[in-house]
């Protein structure tokens, strides 16, 4: 007897394949809140060779998690019964629940991952702001210690 090799119909658990994408997005919200903090030391410690190097690592990282969200989004999309009513907040917490059928095992399992998600998201973007606020203070010093240098200085037309 031949056996086919593909089969005629896969059945296609749609709640492992959203976890599988959430633990995924988390590594990488890791990866990403490990990048942000060696972007930090290196801003502080003016290291310009180092950042060029995270800044390319963070803006991969970026776009692997811009697709990521866009999967998980899409995945959510497919599984949910209906719209979201509009008195509940856009949470990827409530995003899950609104999923119907999930077993009790399922819901063990997506719902802390999805709390943590959101809390990492929260602290990756504290971080964000952290190191956008040394950058911007590093920059507005240097411009000021450049008029300061360049002060009196005619640049010939």
């Known amino acids: ?20 994408k959430m633990i995924r997005m988390r590594a990488l919200l890791k990866e990403l809140s490990r990048i ?4 930090y030391e290196a801003g502080m410690a003016y290291d310009s060779k180092s950042l060029k190097k995270l800044i390319l690592r963070k803006q991969n990282s970026v776009n692997r998690f811009e697709h990521l969200v866009r999967a998980v989004g899409e995945q959510l999309g497919m599984m949910a019964v209906g719209e979201m009513p509009s008195t509940i907040s856009r949470t990827l917490v409530n995003k899950v629940k609104m999923i119907p059928g999930l ?5 063990d399992v ?4 999805a709390q943590d998600l959101e809390q990492r998201h ?12 040394l950058f911007k ?21």
Do not use: W
């Not at 942000?36 to 972007?39: H, I, N």
């Not at 929260?122 to 606020?133: F, Q, Y």
């Open 1 to 20: 007897m031949i056996l086919p090799l593909i089969k005629a119909e896969t059945q296609t658990d749609f709640v492992a394949v959203l976890e599988r």
């Open 36 to 39: 942000l903090d060696a972007e």
């Open 103 to 107: 077993t009790r095992r399922q819901e």
């Open 110 to 113: 997506l719902y802390p991952l």
């Open 122 to 133: 929260l602290d990756l973007m504290k971080a964000a702001h952290r190191n956008s606020v």
């Open 137 to 157: 203070t590093a920059l507005d010093r240097m411009s000021v210690a450049s008029r300061y240098i360049n002060q009196g200085k005619m640049i010939a037309p």
